[in-house]
């Protein structure tokens, strides 16, 4: 029995649509359930496989052209007539935008489908053919037992998945690009960098089916890659920001951004942008941007502002015809001094502008994938830096995901099929063939190296502000009040230690359980672990652990010697942090200091 207060939640596979049912009165679930008693609520779940969300348009499609919404969106197009009918089938504007009012001679019925009347003199619908009140609906035949999870939701676009039905997929209609805007074109060492990137479809219906993943590099003007970072596409647009690193040695830099898709299309560079990246002992020349107006135009409330005083402003799109249009804009505010543009022979008509594709290009042979999803790559190397064969046991976020790699000659493995979707961490442990532990393991985002010469640009001048270069740690330590680095905000709360000073005295290295997936249980803990101290692996449940000499380590809360590490060992409270230490090269030593509040874990 289901009470008013419970309902039940359903996903139909084939639809991609997770369906939850309300109840208007209790239900017995032994006997049939009528749709007068029930209301149904929809959610579209995302598929970022492009082969099930073709699958599921086409399943969609055929419940849509079966649908009474189908069938009335025929009556306001005309496709479906009553010539024999002195009044026929009557169409007229509704009280809102979008809205229609439909008569028919009722019952209307459809051959095979049923028939579909109305309860009100006339019945309100959308364009779609969805009707505005579900009440005033009458059903009877095929369309009344419809079953609730066959069905749409009511603002499901039908038109949209009938266009979609038509396409033809070849190279041309499948064709992308990344359009980059930067919050500026210079920054000082140690700022962050926001963009927006938007992508530019040939046929926009296409693009749920097209890249998920945005790659961002930082080149030098050789070409080097100093950073490279990835952002999932959403309803193709990506958002984000980037810390530019106080380190970086030179002036100018370029922005690249691409898609693996879009580098199929002639441009193999992808989009890149110059950016001057400065110690605050430099900046670029004072210049006054050209206007470059394109059928925009922004008012402010006022000429002159002072600082912190808010600034309105109304900004206005017009079409060629000076109609206005809906349209994504992005905004910023600057100063002079940061508004030295770079000189680009593209305009930003050409920004847009896509690649002419021969007809006859069979874009199944395309080099490069369409990124849904992205992939990790690694490798494995020796004591010498040499790649070695071996086995890799990568646990991607925590014990949930274990995946198992063998690893070839050239020490390189890849983790494919990895998602944007939360918390995001992996715990890599390698062995040689011969079983031993390896210390030396790399990880990186696959990316898409640049190909052919760079673009040339004219960076503006430099200038000095009249005080000396600094070195990275006075710009660090001389920030302008204002500037924030975002991974420098860390709060340390001052303990003491009750249980004093440790045996073993100062660790060789920490590590820090807050980031580790913890459910409580002391075997995920130790397995965890493993993926964070050198040289140690784990075995087996109750965990046995071991490290590279083949020794066992000595387990140990508050000096206390505990062997074997399982069961409840570990006990409740909060664990704040594991230390290593090796005292002997024959013995590694594990140390845990129980508090009474909070827990402290150490290897040694």
């Known amino acids: 029995m289901v009470d008013t207060n419970g309902y039940l939640i359903f996903i139909n596979d084939q639809t991609g649509f997770l369906f939850t049912i309300y109840f208007n009165q209790p239900q017995s679930l032994e006997n049939p359930i009528s749709t007068d008693h029930l209301q149904l609520a929809f959610l579209d779940l995302i598929n970022e496989v492009p082969e099930l969300i073709e699958a599921r348009n086409l399943e969609r499609e055929k ?7 189908f069938t009335l969106r025929q009556m306001l197009t005309g496709e479906i007539s009553t010539s024999n009918e002195p009044e026929g089938i009557q169409v007229a504007f509704g009280k809102y935008p979008g809205e229609y009012l439909l008569t028919f001679p009722k019952p209307f019925i459809i051959q095979g489908k049923g028939s579909i009347s109305y309860s009100d003199d006339q019945l309100a619908l959308r364009s779609e053919g969805a009707v505005v009140f579900e009440d005033q609906l009458m059903l009877e035949g095929g369309f009344s037992e419809i079953h609730p999870l066959d069905q749409l939701p009511r603002n499901f676009n039908g038109e949209k998945t009938l266009q979609l039905a038509n396409i033809e997929k070849n190279a041309q209609v499948m064709q992308e690009k ?3 805007q930067t919050d500026r ?4 060492k140690g700022e962050t960098l926001f963009f927006k990137a938007n992508m530019i479809y040939a046929n926009p219906l296409l693009g749920p089916e097209l890249s998920k993943v945005l790659h961002i590099e930082i080149l030098d003007t050789t070409g080097y890659q100093e950073i490279h970072e990835i952002f999932k596409i959403n309803q193709g647009k990506a958002f984000g920001s980037i810390e530019l690193p106080i380190g970086l040695n030179q002036q100018n830099y370029l922005i690249r951004a691409y898609t693996s898709w879009s580098l199929n299309y002639g441009n193999h560079q992808g989009t890149i942008l110059p950016i001057q990246i400065l110690d605050p002992s430099l900046r670029p020349l004072n210049s006054t941007p050209e206007t470059l107006a394109k059928k925009v135009s922004i008012f402010s409330d006022k000429q002159v502002y002072q600082a912190g005083e ?3 402003l109304n900004v206005m799109v017009r079409d060629d015809q000076g109609r206005p249009i809906a349209s994504d804009l992005a905004i910023r505010v600057l100063d002079l001094s940061q508004s030295n543009p770079v000189n680009s022979s593209k ?5 847009f502008e896509l690649s002419p594709v021969p007809i006859d290009t069979d874009f199944t042979k395309y080099q490069y994938p369409i990124e849904s999803r992205f992939t990790v790559k690694g490798e494995i190397q020796d004591t010498d830096k040499n790649p070695i064969e071996g086995n890799v046991t990568a646990l991607i976020n925590g014990l949930g995901n274990i995946e198992k790699y063998k690893v070839g ?5 890849e983790i494919p099929q990895l998602s944007f979707e939360g918390d995001f961490e992996i715990a890599v442990q390698g062995t040689s063939k011969e079983g ?3 210390r030396e393991i790399s990880l990186e985002v696959e990316d898409y190296h640049l190909e052919g010469p760079l673009t040339n640009f004219n960076f503006p001048k430099l200038t000095s502000n009249n005080v000396p270069p600094l070195t990275a740690q006075e710009i660090q330590a001389n920030m302008e009040q204002g500037e924030i680095l975002l991974d420098e905000f860390v709060i340390d709360e001052e303990k003491s230690d009750p249980t004093g000073p440790m045996i073993y005295g100062q660790p060789d290295s920490s590590v820090d359980p807050s980031k580790l997936q913890l459910n409580g249980s002391t075997s995920q803990f130790i397995y965890l672990l493993a993926g964070q101290v050198a040289g140690m692996s784990v075995t087996g449940n109750p965990p046995s652990i071991r490290f590279r000499n083949g020794g066992e ?5 508050d000096g206390v010697p505990v062997n074997p590490p399982s069961g409840s060992m570990i006990g409740g409270g909060v664990l704040q942090h594991v230390q290593q230490r090796k005292l002997f090269p024959e013995s590694m030593y594990l140390l845990l200091s129980e508090w009474k509040l909070s827990k402290e874990l150490s290897l040694c």
């Open 63 to 69: 419940i849509f052209l079966n649908s009474p919404a």
């Open 178 to 180: 990344v359009f980059l």
């Open 185 to 188: 074109s210079y920054y000082l």
């Open 310 to 312: 808010l600034v309105n």
């Open 347 to 351: 305009t930003i008509e050409g920004s």
């Open 409 to 413: 000659k050239d020490g390189e493995f």
């Open 436 to 438: 031993l532990p390896i």
């Open 553 to 557: 380590p000595l387990v140990m809360i």
